[in-house]
C-alpha cells in the first residue's frame, strides 16, 4: 500500500533533541550534525562566542526587525533522505519550564554524555522529562579522544542509574590519545579515526583486512577482542520494539569535536528513530496522515522590548499540509487565525519555504491571543493533551511594593502563567502570591516583564519549600478531608486544584504516607 503524500512527507521527519549537561559537547555535536545536512556554513556560527546561538533563517529577520530575542531555535536539515528537526533545549544557566516542554514536542532525542563524566545532574532531569512521555532515547557518549571512563562502566552507569538497557552500536578502541576508532558491531567493520577533519575524519577498514594489524597496535586490537567477547554476551543487541517503547538506548561512542562517529549517530537516527507519533487528543487520537492541519503551541517568545506585545508562538504540526496564509481555528476560543506570516525554520540559505508536514515547527507570529498548550486546527475542535505543567523546583513569595496594586498582580501573573513564563500558587492560609519555575532564568524573566509590561515592580522573597505535587483523589470527600487537615501547606493552582507545598522531601515522602489515597503528581496537564 503506498502511502498517501502527507503520511509519506511525515514518514520522513524526524523531529529531536539534544538532552545533555552544560559542557558535555551538544552545541559540537549539533554544528557537526548541521554540517552532514549540507548547512555548511552553519558549522561555527551555531556558537558564536558570547553570544546566545541560533540558526540562520528567516527567523533572523524577524529577530532583527522586531528585537525579539530566541531562546529556543529549531533546526531543520534534510540528510539521507529524512528531513530532521532538532528542537534546541536551552540548557545551562537557561533552565526553564521551556526547556521540559520543548521535550512535549519531540519524538525521540538524543543524550550525549561526557565519556570522562556519565550522567550528570542535568541529564539525569532531563531524561526523566524524556521518560515520563517514554520519548525513545540514542545516547552518544562523547570525548573518547579524552581520558576517559571505562566503557562498560559507562555503560553499567546508564543501565543502573537510568533502569535503561544498553545496546552498544559501536565499541571503542582505545580512548585520549590512544583513541584510534571504533569497532562497528553490526557491519563487524573497524572505522578508523583518521586526522582529515570536516567531514572525512573516519575510515572504514573490513576487521579482516590484513592493514588493520599495520594501523591498530596489536596490544590494543587484542583488548579490542576480549571486550567485545564480554560486552556481546552480557549485553542486549538492538532492538527496535525496546528502543521505540523507551527501554533501550543505543549507544554510539565517538568525538563530535573530530566528527567521529557522528554519522553513525545520524544514520542511526534516520533509520530508528520514530518518525511523528499519533497525538492524544481529548476526543480521539490523531494520526499524522489526516489530511487536515492539527498543532499544539509549546513555546510562546515574548517580545522583551515593552513598546511591543508581539509574540511568536512555537506551534508543533500534528497532522496535514500546513500551507503559507491557512486560517487554522483557535480551539480555546473558537475563533479562526490567518497564518500570513509563518516562519519556516530551514537551515538552508535563500529557501522560501511555503509548506510544512507533521513533525515540523513553525513560529506563528501574534499579538498574544496563542498560548502554551493550544490547540490550532483546520476543522474539528480538538485539543491535544499531553503539554502538561512540571512541578517547580523553585518557589518564591512576590513581594509588591504597592499594596494598592494586588489586583493588578493577580491579573498580570495569571496572564503570565497562562503564557507559561511561570506557575503561579495562591496559599489557603496567607495572602501573599507564590511563583514557581523550575530555573533561575524563569524568575528573572518574570520579574523584568512583570515591571515592563505591566508596570509593577516586585521583588522575590524565598518561600520554604523545595517543590509542588498536584494532589487528587478518586473519593472527593478524602481529597476534602485532606485539604481541611493540611491546609497550612496547600495552595491552589490558576485552575483552582490543590497543590501541596512541601518543605523537604522528608515532608513530602511523609505526607504521602499519612495519605495514602491521595495521589500526588508532578505534572499537571494544561488546560
Ligand atoms: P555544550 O554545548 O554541551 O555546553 O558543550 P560544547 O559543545 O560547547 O563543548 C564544551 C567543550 O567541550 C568545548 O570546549 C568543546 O570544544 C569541547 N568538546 C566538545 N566535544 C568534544 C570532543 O569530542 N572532544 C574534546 N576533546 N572536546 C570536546 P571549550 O574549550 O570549553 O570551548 P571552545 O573554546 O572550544 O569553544
Request: with cysteine; hydrophobic share 40%; aromatic share 8%.
Amino acid at each position: 500500500m503506498s502511502l498517501s503524500p502527507i503520511a509519506d512527507a511525515a514518514a520522513r521527519r524526524r523531529t529531536f533533541a539534544i538532552i545533555s549537561h552544560p559542557d558535555a559537547g551538544k552545541t559540537t555535536l549539533t554544528e557537526k550534525l548541521l554540517l552532514f545536512g549540507g548547512a555548511i556554513h552553519l558549522a561555527g556560527e551555531v556558537k558564536a562566542k558570547g553570544e546566545r546561538r541560533r540558526a540562520r533563517s528567516d527567523w533572523m529577520k524577524i529577530e532583527q526587525q522586531r528585537g525579539i530575542s530566541v531562546t529556543t531555535s529549531v533546526m531543520t536539515f534534510e540528510y539521507g533522505g529524512c528531513t530532521f528537526n532538532l528542537l534546541d533545549t536551552p540548557g545551562h544557566e537557561d533552565f526553564s519550564e521551556d526547556t521540559y516542554r520543548t521535550l512535549t514536542a519531540v519524538d525521540s532525542a538524543i543524550m550525549v554524555l561526557d565519556a570522562a563524566k556519565g550522567i550528570e545532574p542535568q541529564t539525569l532531569k532531563l531524561f526523566e522529562v524524556c521518560r515520563l512521555r517514554d520519548i525513545p532515547i540514542m545516547t552518544f557518549i562523547n570525548k573518547l579522544d579524552r581520558e576517559a571512563k571505562d566503557p562498560i562502566e559507562l555503560l553499567d552507569e546508564i543501565h543502573d542509574r537510568l533502569a535503561l538497557d544498553v545496546a552498544p552500536m559501536n565499541w571503542p578502541i582505545g580512548m585520549g590519545q590512544n583513541f584510534r576508532g571504533v569497532f562497528d558491531l553490526a557491519s563487524r567493520n573497524v572505522v578508523l579515526l583518521t586526522e582529515g577533519g570536516g567531514q572525512g575524519s573516519e575510515e572504514v577498514v573490513p576487521e579482516r583486512s590484513s592493514s588493520l594489524g599495520e594501523r591498530v597496535p596489536a596490544s590494543q586490537l587484542e583488548e579490542l577482542h576480549e571486550q567485545l567477547a564480554l560486552v556481546e554476551g552480557a549485553l542486549p543487541s538492538f532492538d527496535l520494539e525496546s528502543y521505540r517503547e523507551g527501554h533501550l538506548t543505543p549507544v554510539f561512542f565517538g568525538s563530535a569535536l573530530k566528527n567521529f562517529g557522528v554519522r553513525a549517530l545520524l544514520d542511526g537516527l534516520g533509520a530508528y528513530a520514530p518518525s511523528p507519533r499519533p497525538q492524544p487528543a481529548d476526543q480521539r487520537t490523531v494520526e499524522p496522515g489526516e489530511d487536515k492541519v492539527t498543532g499544539f503551541v509549546f513555546k510562546v517568545q515574548a517580545n522583551m522590548d515593552p513598546k511591543h506585545r508581539d509574540r511568536v508562538a512555537f506551534l508543533r504540526l500534528c497532522s496535514g499540509r500546513f500551507q503559507r496564509g491557512m486560517k487554522l481555528n483557535m480551539v480555546r476560543h473558537g475563533k479562526p487565525i490567518a497564518i500570513s506570516s509563518p516562519i519556516f525554520f530551514f537551515a538552508r540559505e535563500r529557501e522560501i519555504a511555503e509548506e510544512a508536514f507533521p513533525g515540523d515547527i513553525i513560529g506563528v507570529p501574534n499579538h498574544g491571543q496563542l498560548r502554551v498548550g493550544d490547540t490550532l486546527s483546520e476543522g474539528e475542535p480538538i485539543r491535544f493533551t499531553g503539554i502538561p505543567n512540571f512541578a517547580p523546583e523553585i518557589l518564591m513569595r512576590v513581594r509588591l511594593g504597592d499594596p494598592m496594586r494586588a489586583k493588578h498582580l493577580k491579573a498580570a501573573l495569571e496572564d503570565l502563567a497562562e503564557e507559561g513564563v511561570t506557575q503561579v500558587f495562591r496559599p489557603m492560609i496567607g495572602a501573599e502570591w507564590v511563583v514557581g519555575v523550575v530555573g533561575q532564568l524563569q524568575l528573572d524573566v518574570l520579574k523584568t516583564r512583570l515591571d515592563a509590561e505591566y508596570n509593577l515592580p516586585i521583588d522575590f522573597e524565598s518561600a520554604p519549600y523545595i517543590t509542588a505535587r498536584w494532589c487528587d483523589a478518586d473519593d472527593a470527600k478524602e481529597l476534602d478531608r485532606f485539604v481541611q487537615a493540611k491546609k497550612a501547606s496547600l495552595a491552589s493552582d490558576r485552575d483552582g486544584n490543590p497543590v501541596y507545598l512541601a518543605r523537604n522531601n522528608w515532608d513530602l515522602n511523609r505526607v504521602q504516607e499519612d495519605f495514602p489515597k491521595i495521589r500526588f503528581t508532578a505534572t499537571r496537564e494544561r488546560h
